[in-house]
């Protein structure tokens, strides 16, 4: 950088600075004054700091004492050596005082070289005294500085290495930067096995800057090590390692799900594991839907006098528990008998803020948990409990969840149906949850765990915890993390799911989705589901799926709620 383009400041050099000129030249610094001939103004003394040695991008202290009766007019310093550069100042005619400029030495200025520094200075009638302080040698100790790193989804440095995961043919951005106080000559990265390459560029210059991006193969699966590196001029290698410090590469392949035509968009779902079939909540409809999963076909739905807000099944499977809330009653259909009868079982609770029956989970000891919700913002939220066996209903109010009941509750059991998991809030702003432990016929609230109402959940098969949108909730809610892959949008719907084992998370992704390890949040694959050549709209992307029992099929259905999919996740 020239140096004339450089900011020069000019300050009056306070009683410190005097007092450390006075002890310099106490001690012999600087030239002897000289005797000043008539109308020559004087230079009373000149130092530079540091003194003896300075490196490129170090700050220059010219300090220097001046008297002339007429005034001094102007300076002018001039650099020679390890770098040439002359600069001119404007004294304002000042007849005495000490005073002092601060020079950044520019990065140009050449290490092993010596710096000569004069001062001259004019008074009025351009007359003029000069001083020269002794040489100072240019030295670099100071090894580059290196920043950057992989780059995330949204196109700025990653923090962690989860948001650079890539699949195979994807592409992976690296941003390095480099600074030197003299000059960079070389910079690039290097990443380790199995990846194995390394690349670098030639850069003159104190600044340097590389921006790679490369092509993932398949040859690159698994996880590799990522290094950025810069080496100046005087040899000095800088290696850096960034806090995305790793990225995983995992495959990619095509799956053909079978569909099934959809009638509309399912608000609730109960799957019966015996006799594989999955009833579908159609409130526009007022019907139930019920589908053969292993046949792709429909039996005859069942019909409702009012849109049902919630379904589940009874232990045995025999009965299909139906949520009707203008009754404000518990609906049961007999589905193993022909013709499918309906009762009704009248619900007994506090009706005050027009609460009605929404969601219903049926537990493992026998008992329906259901969640009421109400016409009124001001009002909380409520669940009350139905035992199939003894028929006796009562309010659970032993903790409460908070939010509002004009909001739904979400109610989520695992496939043993030993644990049911309640949320509720606001959609966009968070809210409480509790967790229904059949064994001991007790709620236990959240102790940590972040939940979202607004987003599904689903569990695994005994309860060892729970995907609710992009987030695995521990069993007991005491603590919640984020395991959805870096382009896992958390939208109202936020298709997930948990596998029955509890090893697998599955998140949608585009035109398909993304399986991820539950432990450590790594990726295992992405599938891309292949069904028409239309599928190409947003609408077609899963809206909500489900991993079954047996963790051999996932069963979703699309945005637009017009198509079914069945699908093999290995």
């Known amino acids: 950088m020239n140096l004339v383009t450089l900011v020069l400041r000019r300050q009056r050099i306070a009683a410190a600075a005097a007092a450390l000129l006075a002890l310099a030249f106490a001690a012999g610094c600087g030239d002897s004054s000289p005797t000043q001939p008539e109308d020559v103004p004087l230079l009373e003394s000149l130092q530079v700091m540091p003194g003896d040695s300075a ?100 196109g700025y440095v990653a923090g962690t290495a989860p948001e650079v995961a890539k699949g195979v043919g994807e592409t992976l951005g690296l941003e390095i930067r480099a600074t030197d106080n003299h000059q960079i000559t070389w910079m690039g990265y290097r990443l380790g096995p199995p990846a194995n390459v390394a690349d670098s560029i030639a850069v003159n210059s104190a600044n340097g800057a590389f921006d ?88 005859t739905p069942i019909v409702f006098d009012e849109a049902p807000a919630g379904i589940d099944l009874s232990l045995s499977a025999d009965s299909l528990l139906v949520t009707l809330p203008e009754a404000r009653a518990l609906g049961v259909v007999a589905v193993a008998q022909t013709g499918r009868p309906v009762s009704q079982i009248p619900l007994v609770y506090d009706t005050t803020h027009a609460r009605k029956p929404d969601r219903v989970r049926v537990a493992a000891n026998g008992k329906a948990i259901v969640s009421l919700r109400a016409g009124d913002v001001t009002a909380g939220p409520r669940l009350i409990e139905y035992d199939l066996g003894t028929g006796l209903q009562h309010p659970r109010t032993e903790l409460g969840l908070d939010g509002s009941a004009a909001a739904p509750t979400l109610l989520v059991h695992s496939w043993d149906r030993t644990q049911i998991l309640a949320i509720n809030g606001s959609p966009c702003c968070g809210g409480s949850g509790m967790v229904y432990v059949s064994a001991r016929d007790v709620f236990t609230r959240s102790a940590g765990a972040e939940v979202a109402p607004g987003l599904p959940a689903t569990a695994d098969s005994v309860g060892r915890g729970y995907v609710n949108g992009g987030s695995y909730l521990t069993a007991d809610l005491t603590s919640s993390r984020w395991i959805a892959p870096p382009d896992f949008h958390a939208y109202y719907y936020s298709p997930s799911a948990l596998s029955p084992d ?10 398909g989705y993304k399986t991820v390890n539950v432990a450590d949040g790594s990726m295992v694959e992405a599938v891309t589901l292949s069904t028409t050549s239309s599928d190409t709209s947003p609408m077609e992307q899963l809206y909500r799926f489900i991993a079954l029992p047996g963790g051999d099929r996932l069963v979703g259905w699309t945005w637009n709620g017009d198509k079914l999919l069945v699908i093999s996740p290995r």
């Open 212 to 299: 790679p991006r490369l092509v993932v193969p398949a040859a690159w699966l698994g996880t590799s090590s990522i290094t950025l590196f810069a080496r100046d001029a005087g040899g000095r290698l800088t290696e850096m390692v960034p806090s995305a410090d790793h990225f995983q590469v995992y495959p990619v392949r095509s799956a053909t799900p079978r569909t099934a035509s959809l009638a509309e968009l399912p608000t609730d779902y109960a799957y019966d594991a015996r006799r594989d079939l999955l009833y579908l909540l159609l409130p526009n409809a007022r019907s139930v839907a019920v589908f053969s999963v292993g046949t792709l076909t429909y039996d």
């Open 55 to 154: 490196q490129p991008g170090d700050e220059l202290w010219i300090l220097y004492s001046v008297f002339d009766t007429a005034g001094v007019t102007r300076s002018v310093l001039s650099f020679s050596g390890a770098f040439t550069q002359e600069i001119e100042t404007n004294e304002h005619g000042v007849r005495t005082g000490n005073l002092g400029i601060r020079v950044p030495i520019p990065h140009e200025a050449q290490p092993g070289a010596a710096l000569t520094v004069k001062l001259t200075i004019y008074n009025a009638k351009s007359h003029s005294a000069s001083r020269t302080a002794p040489p100072i040698a240019i030295v670099d100790d100071v090894a580059p500085r290196v920043t950057g790193g992989p780059l995330a989804l949204s």
């Open 502 to 511: 509890g090893a697998h998370a599955y998140f949608v992704s585009g035109l």
